[in-house]
């Protein structure tokens, strides 16, 4: 028997993979996940008005779109939200522009086609 998968957007740490036969044997590996989806903001901290870049790693290389946005019930992106991944790469990038909205902190998250999605802290002042 021999076969492969592709890991999905999971958290770091062991999992078990079982391969069972038609006949009902089976076998069982430990697998242990590392890293994952990771999202950069530059700057982390910025006023309203200011564009911000996303840069993010560790995304299925078999993502070939992505996208920006932020789950807060706020307004936190204006306008245009780009988002590129380079099928293959793993390493989406894209910008926004912060909206005008209280300071605090607000989460953006880059999430790819595969379902693969990473977040980061966005500081308003």
């Known amino acids: 028997m021999s076969g492969g998968f592709t890991i999905g957007n999971v958290l770091p740490g062991a999992y078990v993979i079982q391969a069972t036969g038609s006949g009902g044997d ?3 590996a430990l697998l242990t996940v590392t890293g994952g989806a990771q999202v950069g903001l ?3 901290t910025a ?16 993502d070939t779109t992505c996208t920006v ?7 936190v992106l204006k306008g245009t939200v ?6 293959g790469s793993g390493t989406p990038h894209g910008s926004f522009i ?8 607000y989460v953006i998250q880059v ?7 990473a977040q980061a802290l966005l500081s308003v002042e």
């Open 26 to 28: 089976f076998a069982q």
């Open 42 to 44: 530059s700057p982390a």
């Open 47 to 62: 006023q309203p008005g200011v564009d911000v870049l996303v840069i993010a790693s560790g995304f299925l290389p078999t």
């Open 69 to 75: 946005s932020s789950p807060t019930p706020n307004v």
């Open 82 to 87: 780009a988002c590129v991944i380079q099928a």
């Open 98 to 105: 912060v909206g005008n909205i209280l300071p605090g902190q």
């Open 111 to 117: 999430t790819g086609n595969g379902g693969d999605s």
